[in-house]
């Protein structure tokens, strides 16, 4: 089975520029988070949706916004790009809220 | 204070050697427990769940102490491959969010 899917691996944005990153789960799996990571933290909890509603939101301002679809896909769109926002950003899914959750690669977005 | 506080390191441990790391959670309501070990610039993967009796997996050990507030892995026999970041996760039961640690730093030595 194909384990979480992220697109695109790499990313590189100018400052006030839009970005979408689109997460694909492990088949089967209903919730989908997304996570911030920078060098030498932990991931930093943004969103969680299940079964195509948002049941958590992170300390993030409102130019991050994220959206689950009926095929439990999701996307995470971040506005208005400050330097501030390069970082790992992390997609992970599980079975339901709050059990193992697995993680995708990852997209790695530069804003300069 | 932080929510989940582990120690950063790194522990330099020489092949072979046992190694344990402890992490601490603020939330007494804590409900769910995990280990995550993440290697340089890859996405974090699932190492254990940490169950309240402890629990075995090969090598690794994880035990929970309720009481005392905090989570602790073992690592029997430790191998070159071992060498990782590992990031203890806490469950707050009143809300969905998994709460990270900033994890801790292993290198092994041959």
């Known amino acids: 089975d194909a384990g979480v899917t992220q697109s695109p691996t790499h990313l590189i944005k100018t400052r006030g520029q839009h970005v979408t990153l689109r997460c694909s789960p492990i088949?089967?799996?209903?919730?989908v988070s997304w996570y911030q990571q920078v060098l030498g933290q932990g991931p930093q909890f943004i969103f969680q949706y299940y079964e195509k509603e948002e049941r958590g939101r992170g300390n993030f301002p409102d130019r991050f916004s994220a959206r689950q679809f009926p095929n439990y896909s999701s996307e995470l769109n971040v506005n208005a790009l400050l330097l501030g926002d390069s970082a790992l950003y992390l997609c992970?899914?599980?079975?339901?809220?709050?059990?193992?959750?697995?993680f995708g690669p990852g997209t790695r977005l530069t804003v300069t | 204070r932080k929510e989940v506080e582990q120690d950063p390191g790194p522990f330099n441990v020489p092949e072979g050697a046992t190694v344990a790391f402890n992490c601490t959670y603020s939330?007494?309501?804590?409900?769910?427990f995990f280990w995550y070990r993440q290697d340089c610039r890859k996405e974090p993967k699932l190492l254990m769940s940490?169950?309240?009796?402890?629990n075995e997996d090969g090598r690794f050990t994880a035990q929970l102490n309720r009481a005392s507030q905090y989570i602790s892995l073992l690592i029997r026999d430790s191998k070159l491959s071992d060498s990782a970041t590992y990031l203890c996760v806490v469950n707050f039961i009143s809300n969905y969010q998994l709460i990270w640690g900033a994890g801790t730093k292993l290198i092994i030595k041959p």
């Open positions: 939330n007494s309501a804590s409900q769910s």
């Open positions: 940490v169950y309240s009796s402890g």
């Open positions: 088949s089967g799996h209903k919730s």
């Open positions: 992970a899914s599980s079975l339901r809220s709050a059990r193992e959750q697995y």
